[in-house]
């Protein structure tokens, strides 16, 4: 044993008999402990050349390498929610004549839409045109009196009221001018489009009584799109607003196209445990179409980082095993800690160090040999 041979070495001189009856004479003094005894041996497991064939044994050098992550997930093509109007009458009335007559149909900004006969509205054209009167025959007056000019201030009163009560029930300027110059009433309130696009609803149908509030149409700009697509909480930390996107449908086979996130919503489904992003995608031919179905791929740059393929660690449900070579067949068992995962690459954040190699085929087997013969990792320090 090394003792022995330590204690030859150090008493040379001393014979034999002597060594042995100072032992004897000394049974409790301690020994020296051996450089084995003090370090703790590294756990291996010996696996031969031939046996590494047999099993399919194959190692990969651990190294720093630039990792991607590539979110795939499923979006959905809405309307862009800024480009929307709702067309609604402010006056009770009956709806005389339809210009928009079903739906789907393309209008342009300022396009009639339909005419209203409102009796009330008829009313507030001929006191209007009453108030007119009044005005002008107070200017054409020539008395200087404090009277006569208190009455021509309150008629010029009158009638600016008497015009900003038309202007609020959607009466243009063109029309209160009409009015004004031929001195009769209009017969219909004409509602015009406030924006370019497709009438996705349209309620108004001729000849229906309408109530103030009440909607018609409903127009959609659909020049630019929405995309929503949904997420999963563990991927949220990777994205970001102007993050690129590679967009595909199933109806442009072959056909890729680009948006950019523009908008994170800020809460989760707590039935999926997903959040909502938008991107926003241009839509200048009109082959999108709302409610399509649209495929997302994302892909985020996490730079240099030390990696080993996933199929080299062994998830034992409370830690991560894997096997370094050691040369000549023999394999170490080691406890690592992982963190990012993508490409089919795991990030080791501690445990193995670049340069040394991993068993990433048959490592299993490997594991087996080691539980067989009792060899373990030894706990991370």
Do not use: C
């Not at 041979?5 to 004479?25: L, M, R, T, Y």
Request: charged letters at 25%; aromatic letters at 6%.
């Amino acid at each position: 044993m090394p003792v022995f041979a330590q204690g030859h070495a150090e008493h040379s001189a001393q014979s034999p008999a002597a060594v042995k009856n100072q032992k004897a004479a000394n049974p409790q003094d301690p020994q020296p402990a051996s450089q084995e005894e003090t370090t703790e041996e590294v756990p291996q497991v010996e696996i031969s050349s031939q046996q590494q064939q047999l099993i399919g044994v194959k190692t990969v050098k651990v190294s720093l390498k630039d990792i991607h992550k590539v979110i795939r997930t499923v979006g959905r093509i809405e309307a862009d929610e800024r480009k929307q109007a709702t067309i609604n009458t402010k006056v009770e009335g009956w709806l005389e004549k339809l210009h928009i007559d079903y739906t789907g149909r393309y209008v342009k900004k300022g396009e009639p839409l339909v005419e209203i006969y409102s009796p009330e509205l008829l009313a507030t054209q001929q006191e209007f045109l009453g108030v007119l009167k009044w005005a002008k025959q107070s200017g054409d007056k020539k008395n200087d009196d404090s009277l006569s000019l208190m009455l021509a201030k309150d008629a010029g009163a009158a009638l600016d009221a008497a015009r900003q009560r038309l202007r609020l029930w959607d009466i243009s300027e063109d029309q209160i001018k009409q009015i004004e110059q031929t001195g009769k009433p209009i017969r219909t309130l004409t509602l015009y489009s406030p924006v370019s696009g497709f009438v996705t609803q349209k309620m108004a149908v001729q000849g229906m009584k309408v109530m103030p509030g009440e909607k018609l149409f409903d127009i959609s700009d659909l020049s630019d799109l929405w995309i929503i697509a949904d997420i999963y909480e563990y991927e949220l930390p990777f994205v970001k607003v102007g993050q690129p996107a590679r967009i595909t449908l199933s109806y442009f086979p072959g056909k890729e196209l680009s948006a950019k996130i523009d908008y994170i919503y800020p809460t989760i489904s707590a039935d999926t445990r997903t959040a909502k992003i938008r991107l926003t995608l241009p839509n200048p031919g009109g082959q999108l179409k709302p409610q399509m179905f649209t495929n997302v791929e994302i892909k985020i740059s996490l730079g240099k980082k030390l990696v080993i393929p996933e199929s080299a660690v062994i998830d034992t449900g409370t830690s991560q095993i894997v096997y370094i070579e050691k040369g000549e067949g023999a394999f170490e068992p080691r406890e690592v800690e992982l963190g990012l995962r993508a490409d089919g690459a795991v990030e080791v954040l501690r445990g193995i160090k670049a340069g040394e190699k991993v068993a990433t085929s048959a490592n299993f087997l490997i594991d087996s040999e080691a539980q067989l013969k009792g060899v373990k990792p030894l706990p991370n320090p």
